[in-house]
């Protein structure tokens, strides 16, 4: 007779958000298994990361192994705008004291999530990789393990008392019980790809303040119209260079992903002068329809995390350090479940929901402003104006940093004397 496998908990997916979770719950004596459905390493994107992941890294342990591997050191964030020079450059240095560290990485995923979920695997995970989670099993709606199995091959039950989706996009739980909601307001398209041989510029030019760390660089972003454009300089002489458009721009530039890309970055000037000597050496990739939020985080026997539970545009760079953090906050609710009699009710698991809820909102509301900006053009606007008000340029970089639970969007609009009614609060 077939055995059924037990677990304490399933974790559905190898990203960040999935191996945050399981490194914490097995660190803690827990029984987890992780199904990863792709051959690590494998391509992903989202390479800026923020300095607000020290935290994460260092109670995962993780910190050492993340620093052996030489990823490129980000400092801060180059804001073009609207060609109105000089750029906004704001550097983590400048408010060193909230953060552990006053930079970050900009990472090759392949290798990072790699790093991870090793990680995972030496603290007790038990690491399924080209393993498929089919199905999420529910018994009078209380989630009791999955249907899972090497790809391609035959799939079986697998219990546990808990479940934690961090599919990613594909947000398992979220699409089965119809929570996935899009987000017609940022309708937008990306399109993105690697360069090697572009512009890299001298970090004595851009890191203005505190120390300049050897070869260090910033995420860059420009305005064009119909959206706008990131480079990130990574290792290897390898730049990640990629648009993020309105669908309806996106669809007049062209049928093709490479003709769109190419016509959105011949509107920037300087990114188009950095990649003039440059060799695109991936083949374009795109993904549409990128905002969505879902309509609850949690249910009995079960959690959302990272992007499995919600993704809004990746202008500030705040995935990867949102999706651990919630795998983080997470583990820290089942572990409350464990230390209060097994109770993984949706009840005790809302405290997962409440905590993460309010980071996102305030990173939200500055993405849907931030689109604002763009739609008016204003040449006054916030981000430029944090060039004169220091107090503005403070909580800028606190919030760009990964700090979405030391400021708030109302903060920022009152440092700039903006009345809120001038943007979103929603
Ligand atoms: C255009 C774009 C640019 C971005 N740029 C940035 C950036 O610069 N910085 C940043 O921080 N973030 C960025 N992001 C966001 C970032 O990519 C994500 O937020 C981050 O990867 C989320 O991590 P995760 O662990 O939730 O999901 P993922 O990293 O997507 O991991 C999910 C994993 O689950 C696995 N999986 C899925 N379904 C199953 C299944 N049924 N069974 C088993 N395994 C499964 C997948 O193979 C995958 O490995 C960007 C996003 C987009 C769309």
Not at 143 to 157: F, M, Y
Not at 174 to 190: C, E, H, I, M
Not at 207 to 230: A, L, P, Q, R
Request: proline share 4%; charged share 25%.
């Amino acid at each position: 007779m077939l055995q059924h496998e037990h677990f304490d908990v399933v974790v559905i997916g190898g990203g960040p958000a999935g191996t945050s979770a399981a490194i914490l719950l097995a660190k803690a004596g827990k029984h987890v298994v992780l199904f990863e459905r792709s051959a690590f390493p494998r391509f992903h994107i989202g390479e800026s990361l923020l300095p607000a992941c020290w935290e994460i890294w260092r109670r995962l342990g993780v910190t050492t192994k993340i620093e052996a591997e030489g990823f490129t050191v980000k400092q801060g964030i180059n804001f073009g705008m609207f060609n109105q020079k000089p750029d906004v450059v704001l550097l983590t240095a400048e408010y060193p004291e909230y953060f552990e560290r006053p930079y970050t990485y900009h990472v090759e995923r392949a290798r990072f999530d790699e790093i991870l979920l090793e990680h995972a695997e030496e603290c007790g995970v038990i690491v399924r990789r080209e393993w498929s989670v089919s199905e999420v099993l529910f018994e009078d709606g209380l989630a009791i393990g999955v249907t899972a199995g090497p790809n391609n091959k035959l799939a079986t039950t697998i219990y546990s008392l808990v479940v934690i989706d961090a599919s990613g996009r594909d947000s398992l739980i979220a699409r089965k019980l119809g929570w996935r909601q899009p987000l017609p307001d940022l309708n937008k398209v990306s399109h993105f790809t690697h360069f090697k041989g572009a512009f890299r510029r001298n970090p004595h030019d851009i890191v203005t303040f505190g120390e300049v760390i050897d070869g260090s660089v910033t995420t860059d972003i420009h305005t064009i119209d119909g959206g706008w454009v990131w480079y990130i300089p990574l290792r290897d002489n390898i730049t990640s260079v990629g648009v993020v458009l309105d669908t309806r721009y996106s669809k007049k530039l062209g049928d093709s992903p490479q003709t769109c890309f190419d016509k959105a970055i011949a509107n920037c000037n300087c990114v188009s002068d950095w990649l003039s000597e440059a060799t695109q050496i991936m083949d374009i990739k795109t993904i549409s329809s990128i905002g969505y939020l879902n309509e609850h985080f949690h249910g009995d026997g079960f959690v959302l995390v990272g992007d499995a539970s919600m993704f809004v545009d990746p202008v500030f760079s705040a995935g990867v350090t949102l999706a651990m953090r919630s795998g983080v906050l997470a583990a820290d609710a089942i572990l409350d479940g464990f230390a209060n009699g097994r109770d993984f009710s949706a009840d005790r698991l809302s405290q997962y929901e409440k905590c993460i809820r309010k980071p996102m909102d305030n990173i939200f509301k500055m993405i849907y402003n931030w689109y604002r900006i763009l739609e008016r053009k204003d040449a006054n606007n916030i981000i430029l104006r944090s060039r004169q008000i220091p107090m503005l340029r403070e909580q800028f970089i606190v919030l760009l940093s990964g700090g979405y639970d030391k400021v708030t969007i109302k903060q920022i609009l009152a440092a700039a004397d903006e009345p809120t009614s001038t943007y979103l609060i929603k």
